[in-house]
């Protein structure tokens, strides 16, 4: 009879760690999903940061124009005027 009741044991035992060892598995891959996806936003802010930052670049260059150009410019231009 102890034998039995050993056995019984056993299996409850063995039965618990099974669903343990499961919920254990599941919660570190939903942990390691959570971390990759804020990887995968930190990425995401990081491209359109310097998408944004090289576009405002950009848009400076275009808007800069050096103090020589224009007279040179002018020199250029041809007067069709009368």
Not at 44 to 58: F, G, P, R, S, T
């Amino acid at each position: 009879m102890m034998i039995l009741t050993t056995f019984l044991e056993l299996d409850h035992f063995y039965f618990h760690f099974a669903i343990a060892t499961c919920l254990f598995i599941i919660i570190m891959f939903l942990i390691l999903k959570i971390v990759d996806c804020f990887n995968r936003m930190h990425v995401i802010k990081y491209v359109m940061n310097k998408l944004k930052n090289d576009e405002q670049k950009c848009l400076k260059n275009e808007c800069y124009v050096p103090v020589g150009i224009r007279d040179d410019i002018e020199k250029l231009t041809i007067n069709v005027a009368p």
